[in-house]
């Protein structure tokens, strides 16, 4: 399974007239293209940060898609009201739900770097904080997506609501470190999100 994800830089007033134009009108163009799986948005309305994540059933699919969805991400980047967008391709490594997401969830977003030549012992190490992770008040999922090549990868933390994810804070960090000293990453960015859309049908990668 593969991913790509195109962040906008919005501006915050903008913010819901483009998660708007994502849920009318890109969503129900990418439905009609082959090995399209699902989509989700995620969004900070204080800074205007959105990340749209789509998925699709293999890497072929993905990039065929790439010319259909120029025209509406260029509109989508016009109607956010930001800069030009930064797009990027993944592979899903570890996709898994312990409950599904309703309204009000948010997601912790974390960027890393590892050796390209340790990136499989990376996501081993992922996998076996899941456990941890699934004990957490309010845990709604975890993915991590990852760039072979680069070595980046970025996981996704859902939780059923802001104050859930935030009395969690400390047992987060407390895991953030240990994976990542345990898989020898470097921590690029972390960022706090709302689930605004969550269409994301991958199935269970673990």
């Known amino acids: ?14 913010v ?21 799986i699902g989509l989700s948005l995620l969004a900070d309305r204080s800074s205007g940060r959105c990340i749209i994540t789509s998925a699709w059933g293999s890497e072929d699919a993905m990039r065929a898609s790439a010319r259909a969805v120029e025209q509406v991400r260029s509109r989508a980047a016009e109607i956010f009201g930001g800069g030009s967008p930064t797009v990027e391709e993944w592979e899903i490594a570890v996709l898994h739900r312990e ?11 974390t960027w890393a770097n590892v050796d390209p030549n340790q ?7 992922f996998k076996a904080a899941l456990p941890a992770m699934q004990e957490l008040e309010g845990h709604c999922s975890a993915s991590l997506l990852v760039d072979r090549t680069s070595g980046r990868g970025v996981s996704s933390v859902a939780y059923e609501s802001a104050d859930a994810m ?10 953030r470190g240990s994976v990542s000293g345990e898989a020898a990453a470097q921590i690029v960015e972390e960022h706090d999100f709302e689930l605004l859309i969550a269409h994301l049908r991958v199935p269970e990668m673990v």
Do not use: F, Q, W
């Open 1 to 14: 399974m593969y991913a790509r994800t195109t962040t906008m830089e919005a501006m915050p007033s903008s």
């Open 166 to 175: 935030e009395r969690n804070h400390a047992e987060m960090d407390r895991l």
């Open 99 to 109: 409950r599904e997401a309703g309204d009000g969830a948010c997601v912790r977003v």
């Open 16 to 36: 819901d007239a483009g998660i708007a134009y994502v849920r009318d009108k890109v969503m129900p163009l990418l439905e009609g293209l082959d090995g399209y």
């Open 119 to 125: 990136v499989d012992a990376g996501i081993e190490v």
